[in-house]
């Protein structure tokens, strides 16, 4: 496989306007939820089976000042999916082979979603209970080998979601890293070696989510594990996320 696609998200340009999210939901023609108020601006408050991506809203004292910290949340297509490894079946999760993307169909039904979202360190997949289908981003893969950029991407006004050859991702990574610390003495690249959705951080990226540092590559190997072993494999890069 080539070096694929990747996604530069650089929350330094980040207003959560919600574009992304609602592209989003236009383009992959999904219904909208029943929510509530949970006494936060974040709406919808998580990942959902029709909901694939999420801007997530923190809001943080630093420097005895309130900041807000905003973060387009969604699949990370791992460069070595955990959840990939962690299917039973072999082909209900597909790494394409042209752009990397990692992409769960209708045959995820018969795999055990505790294991398949358990094994994921971003705590990304979602089940139709229903169906029981299991769904997350796909990266607009259809879109991508159409030669368009993902909805999200396009209908980003700010800067903020870029997409393109890996390397040239990793290349602007780079450059817009140099520019942010000029304002931002605490700016950083999180995961770029082990995801191809690269974020660009303006502070501590704890700031934004307690999953943004969660690294694919400490997930759990493979089949076998119990229930409680799979969450403990989640929530082991959480607690050194929080500390």
């Known amino acids: 496989m080539s070096n694929g696609k990747s996604f530069l998200v650089d929350l330094t ?10 592209a989003c939901k236009q383009w992959k023609k999904l219904p909208g939820e029943k ?10 408050p998580d990942f959902a089976f029709n909901t694939l991506r999420v801007v997530r809203f923190s809001e943080k004292e630093v420097d005895g000042q309130i900041k807000w910290f905003f973060t387009p949340d969604q699949c990370r297509h791992c460069l070595d999916a955990p959840c990939k ?3 039973e079946l072999p082909d209900s999760i597909i790494i394409d082979e042209e752009t990397g993307a990692v992409v769960y169909n209708e045959k995820t039904a018969k795999e055990s979603f505790d294991a398949i979202q358990g094994i994921c360190p971003y705590n990304v997949p979602r089940m139709d209970k229903k169906t029981k289908v299991i769904s ?20 980003c006004p700010t800067g903020t979601m870029n997409f393109g050859d ?7 990574a780079e450059k817009r890293l140099a520019e942010a610390k000029k304002k931002f003495p605490k700016a950083q690249l999180v995961d770029a070696d082990s995801v191809r ?46 500390g």
């Open 166 to 172: 890996r390397d040239d991702m990793l290349k602007l």
């Open 136 to 155: 997350k981003c796909d990266m607009c893969n259809d879109r991508v080998k159409a030669g368009k950029l993902p909805a999200c991407v396009t209908s």
């Open 13 to 22: 340009k980040c207003t959560a306007c919600r574009g992304c999210q609602i």
């Open 35 to 44: 929510t509530k108020n949970t006494g936060s601006h974040q709406n919808p």
């Open 197 to 242: 959705v690269i974020f660009l951080t303006a502070d501590d990226p704890t700031l934004y989510s307690p999953t943004l540092m969660a690294d694919a590559s400490s997930a759990p190997a493979r089949q076998g594990y119990t229930r409680q072993e799979l969450f403990a494999g989640l929530l082991k890069p959480v607690k050194r996320v929080l």
């Open 85 to 87: 490894s962690g299917a």
